[in-house]
């Protein structure tokens, strides 16, 4: 019997592709766009379209634990039971807690198919229970922007990328548009077809840049001083919006401080570009409005990354670009629904006192002699740390340490999973639980912006009713479950069932809004209701233990130069047990 049936793409991409698949006997045939989702619109990658059904159904699909036989990292295993692979996860990783502790087993996890459920929900409250090393997975990809981002305006959203049809300037920053963010580009050819000006900011002459009106080569880590030369073009042209900058703006006179020693002809030496391209994009800025910037990952590669991102988030509150549609910077949805999801996760289990690493350090730790306890149980999933992680062969030389104790769990065979001692095998998660979870979001389903709502998809998404475990010591604005932020008022429940909800603020909303900012911790704003900006070369990232969100120094220098990655793994090779 043949069917099709509604979806979502599961994959890692912020963009939640509508499908609708096609599916003979319970097996997926056919996958192709839906127009569900207004922004995707039936437009799918390539490999979703004719690589998903052999990934759900082919041959390198696990469909059974597996017990390593050969040497780590061979890829030889042998089928065994459930039974026998939990007995040997658990025989082994108590041993391992009970001679050094339980901060000796590390979840080697990262966000998988970025679903908040499948993401990181009851996986880190097991683990949050147990005692073991917290991973702190945010300076791996993203979340450096995101620190950048909260650090400056709050946890509030970015204008939808869908406003930027309405743009006259559009700066592309570091972001691939083409390839990586696919849907935004209808969006830029619509506004350029109606007059805007494109600028693409990339040491590369990525595809965007052949239709870009301006494309600014620089080299790669100067963005930061781009971004000061800009602001100081922009107040030698009188182009700051000091009205705005007086109401909303703290840290400006430091921020400029800094910025003024980096004029056009100064930044175009150290960015190796022409100084007539800097005067350029500064004239550009100032006077075609409404402008928008779309920064990507990209700019996260380097130390000095977060403060790269975060001198070009300040430009927009530096000239008052904010308050009408297509004004202002893309910057992703994610704030503008409310989630709990320590609800699920439960940080208050955490013993005190259990030490936290950087994710982007773990091939480091696991060759650390030093390091105690020692990491001799790691669990991998959602993950495949021998691909992502910078230094591959540090992190190969980690994981092949014959007295650590590796588990995997994914829906085929990986590179890191070819070093795991046991292999269990992850089902993907059901269409229609995926489908019920997507409308939640997306649709709404009588969803009320606050968060209030159906009650089955407020437990779903992790919502109880109750709230026992709430962090009293914030503000309850700084809550995002709890409702009650200024910019909720402006997420209109039929704009929610329309695929999201459209803040379609004035400047005067806009700056009402603010007021309501939860407060971030840090050196530089004391004030919630100001855009926070700081000297961006002194800006520390870091988390209320200290932790560093930056890419780490010694990571970046001992990256070796024209490493190859390791041929993929076709498939696990099986021995005959007994």
Same mark, same amino acid.
């Given at each position: 019997?043949?069917?099709?049936? !509604? $979806?979502?793409?599961?994959?890692?991409?912020?963009?939640?592709? $509508?499908?609708?698949?096609?599916?003979?006997?319970?097996?997926?045939?056919?996958?192709?766009?839906?127009?569900?989702?207004?922004?995707?619109?039936?437009?799918?990658?390539?490999?979703?379209?004719?690589?998903?059904?052999?990934?759900?159904?082919?041959?390198?699909?696990?469909?059974? !634990?597996? &017990?390593?036989?050969?040497?780590?990292?061979?890829?030889?295993?042998?089928?065994?039971?459930?039974?026998?692979?939990?007995?040997?996860? /658990?025989?082994?990783?108590?041993?391992?807690?009970?001679?050094?502790?339980?901060?000796?087993?590390?979840?080697?996890?990262?966000?998988? !198919?970025?679903?908040?459920?499948?993401? *990181?929900?009851?996986?880190?409250?097991?683990? /949050?229970?147990?005692?073991?090393?917290?991973?702190?997975?945010?300076?791996?990809?993203?979340?450096?922007?995101?620190?950048?981002?909260?650090?400056?305006?709050?946890?509030?959203?970015?204008?939808?990328?869908?406003?930027?049809?309405?743009?006259?300037?559009?700066?592309?920053?570091?972001?691939?548009?083409?390839?990586?963010?696919?849907?935004?580009?209808?969006?830029?050819?619509?506004?350029?077809?109606?007059?805007?000006?494109?600028?693409?900011?990339? +040491?590369?002459?990525?595809?965007?840049?052949?239709?870009?009106?301006?494309?600014?080569? @620089?080299?790669?880590?100067?963005?930061?001083?781009? =971004?000061?030369?800009?602001?100081?073009?922009?107040?030698?042209?009188?182009?700051?919006? /000091?009205?705005?900058?007086?109401?909303?703006?703290?840290?400006?006179?430091?921020?400029?401080?800094?910025?003024?020693?980096?004029?056009?002809?100064?930044?175009?030496?150290?960015?190796?570009?022409?100084?007539?391209?800097?005067?350029?994009?500064?004239?550009?800025?100032?006077?075609?409005?409404? =402008?928008?910037?779309?920064?990507?990952?990209?700019?996260?590669?380097?130390?000095?990354?977060?403060?790269?991102?975060?001198?070009?988030?300040?430009?927009?509150?530096?000239?008052?670009?904010?308050?009408?549609?297509?004004?202002?910077?893309?910057?992703? =949805?994610?704030?503008?629904? +409310?989630?709990?999801?320590?609800?699920?996760?439960?940080?208050?289990?955490?013993?005190?006192?259990?030490?936290?690493?950087?994710?982007?350090?773990?091939?480091?730790?696991?060759?650390?002699?030093?390091? $105690?306890?020692?990491?001799?149980?790691?669990?991998?999933?959602?993950?495949?740390?021998?691909?992502? /992680?910078?230094?591959?062969?540090?992190?190969?030389?980690?994981?092949?340490?014959?007295?650590?104790?590796?588990?995997?769990?994914?829906?085929?065979?990986?590179?890191?999973?070819?070093?795991?001692?046991?292999?269990?095998?992850?089902?993907?998660?059901?269409?229609?639980? =995926?489908?019920?979870?997507?409308?939640?979001?997306?649709?709404?389903?009588?969803?009320?912006?606050?968060?209030?709502?159906?009650?089955?998809?407020?437990?779903? #998404?992790?919502?109880?009713?109750?709230?026992?475990?709430?962090?009293?010591?914030?503000?309850?604005?700084?809550?995002?479950?709890?409702?009650?932020?200024?910019?909720?008022?402006?997420?209109?429940?039929?704009?929610?069932?329309?695929?999201?909800?459209?803040?379609?603020? $004035?400047?005067?909303?806009?700056?009402?809004?603010?007021?309501?900012?939860? #407060?971030?911790?840090?050196?530089?704003?004391?004030?919630?209701?100001?855009?926070? @900006?700081?000297?961006?070369?002194?800006?520390?990232?870091?988390?209320?233990?200290?932790?560093?969100?930056? #890419? *780490?120094?010694?990571?970046?220098?001992?990256?070796?130069?024209?490493?190859?990655?390791?041929?993929?793994?076709?498939?696990? &090779?099986?021995?005959?047990?007994?």
């Amino acid at each position: 019997m043949i069917a099709e049936r !509604p $979806s979502v793409c599961p994959l890692d991409c912020p963009d939640t592709c $509508s499908l609708t698949v096609t599916v003979e006997d319970d097996r997926v045939v056919k996958v192709r766009g839906s127009r569900a989702n207004p922004l995707t619109a039936g437009v799918l990658c390539t490999k979703v379209q004719t690589l998903y059904p052999d990934f759900v159904h082919g041959p390198g699909r696990l469909t059974t !634990p597996l &017990r390593r036989v050969g040497l780590k990292g061979e890829g030889r295993f042998e089928r065994i039971t459930w039974e026998e692979a939990l007995d040997l996860i /658990h025989t082994r990783v108590t041993a391992a807690v009970a001679a050094h502790g339980p901060q000796t087993v590390l979840p080697l996890n990262y966000a998988g !198919p970025h679903g908040m459920l499948a993401y *990181a929900s009851m996986d880190l409250r097991f683990f /949050h229970r147990l005692g073991a090393t917290l991973l702190d997975r945010k300076p791996l990809c993203g979340g450096i922007r995101t620190e950048a981002w909260t650090g400056t305006y709050g946890t509030v959203p970015g204008i939808r990328p869908e406003q930027a049809a309405h743009s006259k300037l559009i700066i592309v920053w570091g972001n691939n548009v083409t390839w990586s963010n696919l849907h935004f580009m209808p969006i830029v050819n619509q506004a350029k077809r109606s007059g805007a000006k494109i600028v693409v900011i990339d +040491p590369k002459r990525i595809k965007i840049s052949e239709q870009a009106d301006l494309h600014i080569a @620089l080299r790669p880590g100067t963005d930061v001083v781009l =971004a000061w030369a800009v602001a100081a073009e922009l107040e030698r042209r009188g182009a700051l919006d /000091h009205g705005f900058i007086e109401r909303h703006v703290q840290g400006f006179d430091e921020f400029m401080a800094r910025a003024r020693h980096y004029p056009p002809a100064e930044a175009a030496r150290i960015c190796g570009v022409p100084e007539s391209q800097i005067q350029t994009l500064a004239e550009w800025y100032a006077t075609l409005t409404p =402008a928008a910037i779309s920064v990507g990952n990209g700019l996260e590669r380097n130390q000095n990354g977060g403060s790269g991102i975060r001198a070009i988030f300040a430009l927009p509150a530096l000239a008052g670009r904010w308050g009408v549609p297509g004004a202002g910077c893309i910057n992703g =949805a994610g704030f503008a629904f +409310p989630k709990t999801p320590q609800r699920l996760q439960r940080p208050d289990l955490v013993p005190p006192g259990t030490r936290t690493l950087n994710i982007v350090d773990v091939g480091g730790h696991l060759l650390d002699e030093a390091l $105690s306890p020692p990491i001799t149980a790691v669990f991998i999933y959602n993950h495949n740390p021998v691909i992502v /992680h910078p230094d591959q062969n540090r992190m190969k030389r980690g994981l092949a340490r014959e007295d650590l104790f590796a588990v995997g769990i994914d829906v085929v065979m990986t590179d890191s999973l070819a070093y795991c001692d046991v292999v269990q095998h992850r089902d993907l998660p059901p269409a229609r639980e =995926a489908l019920r979870l997507h409308r939640a979001a997306l649709h709404g389903q009588r969803r009320r912006a606050d968060g209030r709502g159906h009650g089955r998809h407020r437990r779903a #998404a992790g919502r109880p009713q109750a709230e026992p475990h709430r962090d009293r010591s914030r503000p309850a604005h700084a809550d995002p479950g709890r409702g009650g932020h200024p910019l909720q008022e402006h997420q209109a429940r039929d704009a929610l069932g329309q695929g999201r909800a459209r803040l379609e603020l $004035s400047r005067a909303e806009v700056r009402r809004a603010a007021a309501g900012l939860p #407060a971030v911790r840090g050196p530089l704003s004391p004030r919630p209701h100001h855009a926070r @900006l700081g000297q961006a070369d002194h800006l520390d990232l870091r988390r209320a233990g200290g932790e560093r969100c930056d #890419a *780490a120094p010694r990571d970046a220098s001992g990256r070796r130069a024209g490493a190859r990655p390791q041929e993929r793994h076709d498939g696990a &090779r099986l021995e005959r047990s007994g």
